[in-house]
């Protein structure tokens, strides 16, 4: 009986819902199917309900579509155009979970392009995660921010908030207790001012549908941020003086190791502090250095700068003395299991700035013995930036360590101007901060 009723729910759906044309549906403007290949979805409003003792419109969304991930989304919509500083959130529950990595949850979207910017507050059907994640260029890769890894959220958000003229996205989640920042990020560019906000559902397999209820649906404008900003300090104290070389550029040093169980953030650091890893000295003839004027590498996979705009890629020194020719990124092997150590002095004012990288993996990256930022460990390519304030004009240690595990692999250490502009770091003739190589 129940395996019927949901048939015929779910044929309700897809004859009444709205899935290829513009028609409003209760309080969204539209409701679409987005990508390449989203199969078959549908929103369906279904009236007045009470939950929890309040009185709520609801909403039965169906969807199938890959995911909301990798370089292209697959997924069902329900959303408005709105302008300036806002709030969408909304209650939801699983009907049926295509999957356990089947998505629902809340979204901002520049645009219906499968590959559009986009920042989404999700819960998976294992309902082990709510956090934020998305896409941070147009056609790039995916990234999660914040903290993720939680069970029971009763209801998401996300919110778009200017404080003192800067733009931040905040991803929220309520456990019964009211609204909880999971993850905070100043977005200078990537959104306009007119975006779309509303709610979004993915099977996770174009074979299989999905469906979940969501209900107390709310755009709320100009909101308070729930999170305090607040940037890492690069204190006065760490503060070189004059920079202790003139020599323009970084030390880049890459190497892998023997052993590979236990391979992440905390062996990269522990091999290039010590030498060692698990007792043992890099495997023989991986490792390699250079001083480059811009850290921008890859093995196989590709960032944000190539040969393409001006900015040549370059191998992962050492890493690979066989890959022919040498000199030829991703030519040879797609190498696993290693990593990188990027070194210099940077020169900085006083005040905000934002460094990050474009990395697969991940990459840690420190500023006058500070972590200012570190991409989560197991990523694809994509940007990443850090904000962090310095409280001295001066010059700085600057630190990177970068991760491989498998498949592709890349690092460009990039600065972001106040104005949205991306370079790479040390690229003075376009406004770039200096970097000089340590001393040896």
Known sequence: MCKRLFLLTLLISLLVGVSSFAAPVGIFEDAVNVGDDPGIGSTVYEGYVWKSDVLSEQYLITASGHDVWDNADDFHYAYNTVSGDVRVSANFEWIVKSNDWA??????????????????????????????????????????????????????????VTVDGLPFIEGLADFGNGWESRALLLTLAGFDDEILAGVAVTSHDNTHLAQARCWNVS?????????????????ASAN?????????????EALKPLVTDGWGYAAVREIFDT??????????????????QFVNMRDTGNGAF???????????????????????????????????????CIQLTAGLH???????????????GVEIGRAGEWKGTSNVDFVFKVEADGCYDLRALHIE????????????????????LNDVANGGSAVFAPAE
């Open 103 to 160: 998505k629902y949850g809340v979204m901002l979207r520049s645009s219906l392009d499968a590959g559009s910017t986009h920042r989404y507050m999700a819960e998976r059907g294992l309902s082990d995660y709510a956090g934020m994640q998305g896409r941070t260029e147009t056609d790039g890769g995916s990234s999660e921010f914040g903290t993720a890894w939680t069970t029971g959220a009763k209801a998401l958000a996300i919110q778009r």
């Open 219 to 235: 755009y709320e404008a100009n909101p308070d941020l729930v999170g305090e900003f607040s940037a890492p300090t690069v204190p």
């Open 240 to 252: 070189l003086g004059t920079c202790p070389t003139d020599v323009p550029g970084f030390k880049i």
């Open 275 to 292: 030498g060692m890893y698990k007792g043992l000295p890099p495997q023989p003839g991986s490792q390699g250095s250079r001083i480059p």
């Open 306 to 344: 190539s040969v393409d705009n001006g900015y040549p890629d370059e191998t992962f020194p050492g890493v690979d003395p066989d890959e022919t020719p040498a000199a030829d990124p991703a030519a040879g092997d797609d190498d696993d299991n290693y990593g990188s150590q990027v070194t210099g």
């Open 354 to 368: 934002i460094i990050g990288a474009n990395s697969d993996d991940g990459t840690i990256i420190e500023i006058g």
């Open 405 to 424: 595990g498998g498949g592709g692999s890349s690092l460009e250490l990039h600065e972001v101007l106040m104005d949205g502009t991306r370079l790479l």
